[in-house]
């Protein structure tokens, strides 16, 4: 197969189009560097044809033949040692990703690095299969994914136009078409699942630049979202990321029994089961009770037990209770001082604990009803506020207009 170097094309948001890598080697206490995957993966490999242990890993509890040594990774294969050579040519790949994420993130000067825990950064995604392409008539297997990616990217480098000027994707049971070869190319990577930045502190891989970015901006500081939602009171730092939350909010599945509109299948499935079916199929073995889901067994389980299956953990405390919840709760009022109202009228300004006791307020003292299958009003809490403080910022609730119908208007 012929090979290219591994000065590698980034995108032209800002970054070089061509930048050498610094391939390091992380296997035990290796400290081989090199510019170039073919020379990085074969040095690799070598790895693999003489696993020797270094001196102070000799004490390792695994089969030298199965376990990676990688920095950080601790993956161990017991059956087969082509688990192995696929998996550590992972790392081979995912070591230049985060070269060309940390090239990208200099390229970025306003962008803070990744404060997240960098103890993931060589944890790689497992791999049960060999990597085989589904090109029409190809179906090429690959152990190392460097090599079967750039496998891929090659039909897309020699598929030919068609009368009409479009390239065709040959992918099994696809039927898409490009205009460009970048574009097909591009779309390749939707089959393959290919990524091509991974972030240098905590490992993360992303399809693109821009993705690789968004995980950045959403770990700067709260002082710097300042693109807020709406129905949510959520805050981003940019508003592309506002928009893309902003998809949430609508619903696009209608309920075929009521008015109920939800943003989800599964959510709409829900929907159904608790409120418009008679189903319960969760059973109490101990009484006639039953419930739809889960959780609510749980729950009615505990009512069963003569002993408290909860303690407080706050130091000389002896409060149980049977409910982790009633633990919870106790908690938060007791040990943390929060005993305050966090629930206020939009209309009236009365304050609730509990959001509960807000809905009956809304509807019997201001007539509030809502669209059927809706079993409640859904408040928005404090934007900030600190449990056990005698200060409290309240926000006042922003019912949307797509769940509340006054029926008289508010004052």
């Known amino acids: 197969m012929q090979t290219a170097k591994a000065t590698c094309r980034l995108d032209r948001k800002g970054v070089k189009r061509t930048a050498t890598l610094t391939l390091q080697c992380e296997w035990g206490s290796c400290t081989y560097v090199c510019s170039k995957m ?54 081979c790949y995912h070591t230049k990703l985060k070269q060309l994420g940390l090239q990208a993130l200099q390229s970025q000067p306003d962008l803070t690095p ?43 480098l020699s598929a030919e136009y068609e009368e009409n000027r479009i390239l065709l994707c040959s992918w099994k049971d696809c039927d898409c078409s490009s205009k460009s070869r970048c574009k097909l190319r591009e779309h390749l990577r939707s089959h393959t699942q290919e990524k091509v930045v991974s972030c240098p502190n905590c ?37 592309r990321l506002l928009r893309d939350h902003m998809r949430n909010h609508v619903n696009h599945y209608k309920c075929p029994l009521c008015d109920m509109t939800c943003p989800l299948p599964s959510t709409l499935r829900t929907h159904i089961r608790f409120r418009h079916s008679d189903e319960r ?74 959001g509960n006791n807000l809905t009956v307020h809304l509807r019997k003292k201001h007539q509030f009803k809502w669209p059927s299958g809706h079993p409640r009003f859904r408040p928005q809490r404090a934007v900030r506020f600190l449990l056990g403080s005698s200060s409290f910022d309240f926000k006042q609730i922003e019912l949307s207009s797509r769940v509340l119908h006054p029926s008289v208007p508010c004052v």
């Open 281 to 354: 199929p969760y059973k109490c073995q101990h009484c006639d009770y039953s419930c739809k889901n889960f959780v609510d067994l749980q729950r009615h389980l505990d009512t069963h037990s003569k002993m408290p299956a909860y303690c407080c953990e706050y130091q000389d405390c002896t409060f149980s209770a049977r409910s982790l919840c009633s633990v919870k709760a106790h908690y938060r009022k007791v040990h943390e001082g929060d005993s305050e109202p966090r629930y206020k009228c939009h209309v009236c300004e009365k304050c609730f604990t509990r």
């Open 114 to 156: 990744c404060q997240l825990d960098g103890q993931t950064r060589n944890l790689i995604p497992e791999l049960h299969d060999n990597f085989v392409c589904m090109w029409d008539q190809c179906e090429s297997s690959f152990e190392n994914a460097e090599w079967y990616y750039r496998h891929v990217d090659s039909h897309g």
């Open 38 to 91: 073919e020379e990085f993966c074969s040095h690799v490999s070598d790895h693999l044809r003489t696993p020797q242990l270094p001196k102070e890993e000799e004490d390792l509890d695994c089969d030298d033949d199965f376990c990676c040594l990688w920095l950080e990774c601790g993956f161990f294969s017991p059956d087969n040692p082509v688990d192995l050579a696929r998996h550590i040519y992972f790392h």
């Open 203 to 239: 490992g993360g891989m992303f399809a693109n630049n821009t993705k690789f970015y968004d995980h950045l901006r959403r770990q700067m500081s709260l002082d710097q979202h300042r693109f807020q939602c709406s129905h949510c009171s959520k805050r981003f730092a940019t508003e």
